[in-house]
């Protein structure tokens, strides 16, 4: 059985000056994939066009098993939550009203009840933000409003989560916080596809990994072969060592 819930199949796109060339990514369920790579690899890009925010210049994306040019937006809503690097809202809303917006698809009516409001501060607590749901969300730090973002995609309950640069924004607490809360509902059987560029959380939480560079996969694998001073440095043209973990399975990075 095809166990693959989401694939991008030679997947072309242009902007002026860069291109995405002939991508490959797949995603199965209750798995946790990486997208590492350097700035302007092609990475937000890639994730847009996933959650069909843009469009291809050619090739496929196959949404559980269904080409995503024929589903609408609220179809794709079920399937798909991201958490976007630049999330600007234009109005002042509180957080509890960020959260709620994921939950568009799934609204019985305009107005939220109490079971919906017991749901929102429930993916607050989630993300350590409890009691925060009558704040103004323009009010909240960065870490903060990165955290009510994925309280938001929590709370759209879709079987696939993106995330561009998980970690962004985030301490190191909140980022391993975070990281193992989307691990654990990868336990749960939902599939994460998230950008990083903490490659040492990448290597410690993904089952498996692709390197972008210049809008191309330049390896691919499990971390614990694929990470190792010649890709790495290959990837970032920079000079770094590689450990292996003194006691789990997983390599580290030393820049
Ligand atoms: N709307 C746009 N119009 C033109 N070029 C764009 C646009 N958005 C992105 N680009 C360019 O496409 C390339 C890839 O950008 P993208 O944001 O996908 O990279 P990234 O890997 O996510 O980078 P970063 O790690 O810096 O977030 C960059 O060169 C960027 O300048």
């Given at each position: 059985m095809n166990n693959k819930i989401l694939e991008v199949k030679n997947l072309c796109f242009s902007y002026e000056n860069f291109s995405l060339n002939n991508l490959n990514i797949s995603l199965k369920k209750g798995t946790f994939v990486g997208i590492i790579g350097p700035n302007g690899a092609g990475k937000s890009t890639t994730l847009n066009l996933i959650a069909k925010l843009l469009k291809p210049k050619s090739g496929k994306i196959i949404l559980f098993g269904k080409d995503?040019?024929?589903?609408?937006r609220l179809e794709i809503a079920k399937l798909i939550s991201f958490v976007r690097q630049d999330f600007n809202p234009a109005f002042e809303f509180k957080v509890k009203d960020i959260v709620e917006m994921g939950g568009y698809h799934k609204s019985r009516s305009f107005f939220s009840n109490c079971e919906d409001l017991t749901k929102i501060k429930e993916s607050l607590k989630i993300v350590?933000?409890?009691?925060?749901?009558?704040?103004?969300?323009?009010?909240?730090?960065g870490g903060e409003q990165r955290r009510a973002l994925i309280a938001r995609s929590l709370y759209q309950e879709t079987p696939i989560i993106l995330v561009d640069?998980?970690?962004?924004?985030?301490d190191i607490s909140h980022s391993i916080k975070i990281v193992e809360i989307l691990k654990q509902l990868t336990k749960f059987g939902k599939s994460v596809l998230a950008a990083f560029h903490n490659i040492n959380i990448a290597a410690k939480y993904c089952d498996y990994i692709y390197a972008l560079k210049n809008g191309k996969i330049i390896f691919e694998g499990i971390p614990k072969n694929v990470i190792y001073k010649e890709n790495i440095q290959q990837l970032y043209e920079t000079e770094v060592e590689i450990l292996p973990h003194p006691t789990k399975n997983y390599p580290i990075v030393i820049f």
């Amino acid at each position: 059985m095809n166990n693959k819930i989401l694939e991008v199949k030679n997947l072309c796109f242009s902007y002026e000056n860069f291109s995405l060339n002939n991508l490959n990514i797949s995603l199965k369920k209750g798995t946790f994939v990486g997208i590492i790579g350097p700035n302007g690899a092609g990475k937000s890009t890639t994730l847009n066009l996933i959650a069909k925010l843009l469009k291809p210049k050619s090739g496929k994306i196959i949404l559980f098993g269904k080409d995503i040019r024929k589903l609408n937006r609220l179809e794709i809503a079920k399937l798909i939550s991201f958490v976007r690097q630049d999330f600007n809202p234009a109005f002042e809303f509180k957080v509890k009203d960020i959260v709620e917006m994921g939950g568009y698809h799934k609204s019985r009516s305009f107005f939220s009840n109490c079971e919906d409001l017991t749901k929102i501060k429930e993916s607050l607590k989630i993300v350590g933000l409890e009691n925060f749901e009558n704040r103004s969300f323009s009010t909240l730090s960065g870490g903060e409003q990165r955290r009510a973002l994925i309280a938001r995609s929590l709370y759209q309950e879709t079987p696939i989560i993106l995330v561009d640069e998980l970690t962004a924004h985030l301490d190191i607490s909140h980022s391993i916080k975070i990281v193992e809360i989307l691990k654990q509902l990868t336990k749960f059987g939902k599939s994460v596809l998230a950008a990083f560029h903490n490659i040492n959380i990448a290597a410690k939480y993904c089952d498996y990994i692709y390197a972008l560079k210049n809008g191309k996969i330049i390896f691919e694998g499990i971390p614990k072969n694929v990470i190792y001073k010649e890709n790495i440095q290959q990837l970032y043209e920079t000079e770094v060592e590689i450990l292996p973990h003194p006691t789990k399975n997983y390599p580290i990075v030393i820049f």
